[in-house]
């Protein structure tokens, strides 16, 4: 079975500076990577995905993250944080299987400073 | 425009009775997701349908049942067997495709017993 872990819970960080959360995957395949953000009592909405065709993707917003194989890694990561980035992260990891199962690490709550 | 709506936003359960949680998408997506949120703990699914008439239980299908009679929903009912129903409930829908495939979501239904 995949499944993802989200290394830290919350992260603080001040306006202006790099945003890194982190997501480590298991896999026995080539996985669909996937992060969504979620903003307080909202549904997720896509980030970006990682579908193979490319390890560093670009998402909305400003994000990216990079597919590291060696590494099963897929940080997601932000240049500048913006007071709107305030939210909670979640990475997806896509199960095979014979429809489309999505498993959620537990989140990572970004916290932006002025 | 296209999209997945939940109703209600909040709503309020006394002990012992059955609820139904509305999901309704406009995308002519197959497949609809309930996923069940608690605080540090993700998402987990409850049930999953791909085609009209058809669904299968998720992770935590217990206390909970749902019909799928029309593509465009797939309502969930949260019964008086579910303990612990107190949660926020998030719908999905997506194509039937690949792992490539992303889910779209809903706004979120915001579940407390009373």
């Known amino acids: 079975a995949q499944s993802v872990t989200q290394l830290d819970s919350h992260v603080s960080v001040s306006e202006g500076t790099p945003v890194l959360l982190r997501c480590n995957y298991s896999s026995s395949y080539s996985p669909s990577l996937f992060w969504y953000v979620q903003h307080p009592n909202k549904g997720l909405q896509l980030l970006l995905k990682?579908?193979?065709?490319?390890?560093l993707v670009k998402g909305i917003n400003g994000f990216e993250a990079e597919f590291k194989k060696s590494e099963t890694s897929f940080h997601l990561t932000k240049p500048s944080a913006h007071m709107s980035d305030a939210a909670e992260y979640f990475c997806v990891v896509s199960d095979l299987g014979g429809f489309q199962k999505l498993v959620f690490g537990t989140g990572t709550r970004l916290l932006v400073s002025p | 425009d296209g999209g997945i709506t939940q109703s209600p936003k909040y709503l309020f359960r006394k002990e012992g009775q059955n609820v139904t949680l509305s999901c309704e998408q406009n995308l002519n997506h197959d497949a609809m997701y309930w996923y069940r949120q608690d605080p540090g703990q993700g998402l987990r699914l409850i049930y999953y349908?791909?085609?009209?008439?058809?669904?299968q239980k998720g992770d935590i299908a217990e206390g909970y049942s749902v019909s799928r009679e029309k593509k465009e929903s797939f309502p969930l009912t949260v019964t008086s067997a579910q303990k612990n129903p107190t949660a926020f409930y998030l719908c999905a829908s997506s194509i039937v495709g690949g792992m490539n495939t992303e889910a779209f979501f809903g706004q979120g239904t915001r579940l407390t017993v009373v």
């Open positions: 990682y579908t193979s065709a490319a390890t």
């Open positions: 349908s791909q085609i009209v008439n058809d669904f």
